[in-house]
């Protein structure tokens, strides 16, 4: 079976950047809420050519802020 980073379901964007979305994530050990989708929208909207990406990022980032402030009180 092909390592997935060499193929990609539905589109070519995320394969034609330096680092995908999802290595960087895991990298930087982010989880889902902080940083995995909002910056796979946000490394995205340029080759998608959608504001609607950067949308979804803030609103991912909106989520991630209220968490956060629960969790700090």
């Known amino acids: 079976m092909a390592q997935a980073?060499?193929?990609q379901v539905g589109g070519s964007h995320y394969r034609?950047?330096?680092i995908q979305?999802?290595?960087?994530i895991i990298?930087?050990?982010?989880?889902?809420l902080g940083g995995g989708n909002i910056i796979k929208y946000v490394s995205r909207f340029r080759q998608k050519g959608s504001l609607i990406d950067l949308e979804?990022?803030?609103h991912?980032?909106?989520k991630l802020i209220e968490v956060e402030a629960k969790r700090r009180r």
Not at 21 to 24: A, E, G, N, Q
Not at 27 to 32: A, K
């Open 27 to 32: 990298s930087h050990t982010l989880g889902f």
């Open 56 to 58: 979804k990022a803030r």
């Open 60 to 62: 991912y980032l909106d």
């Open 5 to 7: 980073n060499s193929r």
């Open 16 to 18: 034609q950047q330096a």
């Open 21 to 24: 979305p999802w290595d960087f």
